[in-house]
């Protein structure tokens, strides 16, 4: 028996069309057994998420204040839901106790929790699967942090013997049955961890595009969709800023090679974007697959004659950073120099301070600060080609009239990583668009 | 009045026709009134320097063996010179005096340093120019370490009186008079020195070939010479291996700006190769000057998901490195991953504990060692056309079908480093070359 974990997001839960949708994607593919689902979302760009609707009867509740007109906006989003699908569902009972919590002493991440629960009991029962409260098996420590380790146990034991289940995303809970909420990734942290406790064969995670773009589509016009990428290449997205799954929900389904399938509820039969640790055969790799980036980035260029002489100065360089607890995006050593990519926010406060301390523990022939750069990162874990496609990429900006600050390619070749000025982020990645 | 100071290199006082060709050449421009000179190099090219033979005296009388053969091909040496230009020089005496010394207490710094005190006397008496010994003005420590600032405060003392002068290079002493010699750079340091001291408009390098190559020709067929070039330009082929001035001496012309030309004494009237701190106006900047390179090359590949999160990884990894004392070429840090250049004769020896640690100390998710490769720099202080410059280079290596491994451009757009194959380097350097 094969086994696909499907995760689907707020969107794809907004209202009782949606649940009839998700039923019908289930039912095409009997291999979707286990299902993660979120609160229900936005049903238009003005609506509310539920989650946030919960958080303000939080706050309000915490402050001692009236919360009832937010909770009974909650309960109209679930008896929608309820009626919509003709569903026989104890809404009121399940309100009034979430009613009596906020009223006696109210608890946040509870409190937040109760969009996945009711959402999971009702898809639950829609479906006929057996709902599944990850309080029982999503494990955190007393303060807050995900116990990874205990939480895969759990969850083999919650949901080995269950033919089909359908899980609440984003909470679980600590020993004391306290619930906690995942700060980062939410539900798809769940999935990830699903998929992983059961060995899945596929983790599929509906929202509400139709996979990962090749570029930010403020930028670029229709971009186009990356069919097949690997984790690496889904990280390195991640890491510039692209909308994507978070890196907590990526890494327990990469280490078990799990493939992830980003899909989209509205467009079931759009095949979506696969990630894989490695492609199928006969299908072909790609160069570079997609191209994202960061604003808001300085550059510190050191330079010494004879700093790659063994004397540790780049050792020295990169203390100092590690002693002030100032993350760095990029270091170049090259003959006589040190570039420093720092991200524009975090250098801000301290930047006299440091240069001073630069200054003073290496003597540096020369010491420059550049603010107001981008960062471009040409995604891709190229073969062969990647000469190719690096060229093309350089000749495509410097077509574009975009002066090229750092260049930057390790021996892994995942990426590129080109500097340019921020004035002209927009255009270098168009350019780096065009190539694709 | 304007000061030239002229350093002559060995092969450039071979011989009696070699000191009439410096004759004219001083004769034609009255700045050159500082000479400073090496002792006589090889005529031919199975011939001895005569420092190699001195050195060879050196080490038979320190052994209690006989030096007299090599010491009478020292004095055949001079007296063609002194006889060639009928000089009443007093060479016997002279010779006496070191066969005296290597027979009593040899000194190997002594020994090796008469080769540019003889000829810097014998130049004097030629051009009726004043004597400098540098035993008086190139001031060194006792133990052996040469005294910058002592050294500019004396041959000032010394130079600035005289109108005309030789000075011998490669040597000086300490305050007790015991002589040292330059471990490297040799005649050069001194020259770079007294061009200093006197503060000279120019400081020519007057040598067997007319300025330097753009590229190195037993690589590439005929290259062209590089008109001017920046004393970092300048560091950067040096440092990459092309024979060209030692940084020592380099740098004390470079910190005052004095603008250093490299000529040809067997070709005068080539105007050589000019390094100085800017061009002069209406030189036309050249995005690429040279290319230069070095084999023998490791890289080490150290990928971790989030090394870029501040947990000072990179900073680490370099701590590694310096408390093995182990010098790297490049530092290459990405999005998750670290490229690290090592020579491989460096690496060698160390390389299964440095691999060891790294696994222990770092637990990287992927680490990998890929040997046998070279760096190519493409050196050029590029100014707003560096990206047309990258481009052609990276096009004509993709079209060489060589496969690049890193690209590394700092912010100082100083130089581009590429990493290919060991045995594609010959063809990469004529690929780069092709484009300048």
Redesign the interface.
Known sequence: MRTTVAKFGGTSLADAGQFRKIKEIVRQDPDRRILVVSAPGKRFPEDMKVTDLLERCYEAAAAGQDFSADLDRVRERYREIVEGLSLDFPLEEEIEKLRRHLSEKPEKAYTESRGEYLNARIMADYLGFTFVDPAWCVCFDRDGTPDDMMTRRAMQAALRPLRQAVVAGFYGADADGVIHTFSRGGSDVTGSLAACAVQADLYENWTDVSGLLAADPRIVEMPKRVEYMSY?EL??LS??GASVLH?DAV?PAADMGIPINIRNTDDPDNPGTMIVRKLPKGQKKYPVIGVAGRKGMS?I?V?K??V?????F???M??I??NR???????????????LVIRDDLLESCKEDLLEEIRETLHPD?L?V?ENLSMI?VVGEKG?E???A??MV??A??RAG????????????????I?VPEEHYEDAVRAVYSTI
């Open positions: 690496r990280r390195t890491y510039m890196t890494l550059v260029q330079e004659v004879m790659s002489d063994g004397s540790g780049s050792a020295i990169l203390d950073l590690k607890q100032l993350p760095f995006e990029q270091c170049l050593t090259g003959i006589d120099s040190i570039t020369f420059g550049k990162a062969t990647s000469s190719d690096n060229v350089l000749q900006l410097t975009i002066e090229i600050s750092t260049i930057n390619q390790g021996a892994g070749k995942l990426n590129l990583l500097g």
